[in-house]
DNA sequence: TCGCTACATGTAGCGTTACTACGTATTGGA
DNA sequence: TCCAATACGTAGTAACGCTACATGTAGCGA
């Protein structure tokens, strides 16, 4: 699955990824695939930049450290963050329901 | 609602629009509004553009006329357009259900 | 020792696409 | 007469995920 329909929704995923405890960069990547049954195989060109973005934008906190040799940024989230995930669950369900109306053709609950 | 998250699924939802028969460009952005119960009532500066893009790319056809002394370009879906809606609707279906899955936080029926 | 793979991070430049802002023109109502 | 709604269009901008590349370590097999 290409991640270019993702516009406007891979921060929703990143944050909800990070919701259960800080996690590394790549272990985010690894995350969100298993998460998706490999359906959603980031390239690493994509999950950087999109959480150097969140990290300037006050949504995740990083810090470096060192483990087994290589350095790793550990993510967290921000009280801020937290907030901005759950607006974007709900901006999702809505957005969903929305598309799915619009776009008819197939039995979606519409209904919320 | 913006429509800035639509990106890769607008068209679609044109093509959707178009499939109960021919309709003019504004009608169409009208119908979409309507649709949705005005939460996505995107520009004109979105809506043609995005025609000339479908019909540049073959997925729906255009034709001129002139209806009340207004001058009309009245779109409908090609043979190439239904199964490109068809398979746009497959595709809106597995995205749906694997950011529902990432994205977790709300019970959002998976299964279809 | 050499080379490969996985791990881990990062940047530069590109392409797509929806957006804002504007321009044109007709009809019809206030 | 002015303005809103209808109806079409383009130019330029911005956002953002992508490709491609660069860097470096650890661990394994040949």
Sequence with gaps: MRAEALKGHLDGL???????????????????CDATGGKLDLPTGTVYPALHRLERAGLIKGSWSVVGGRRRRTYELTEQGRRSLAGARDHWQEFAAVISAALGGGPWPATN
């Design 14 to 32: 990143l944050l909800a990824t990070l919701e259960d405890g800080p996690q590394h960069g790549y272990a985010v990547k690894e995350a969100l």
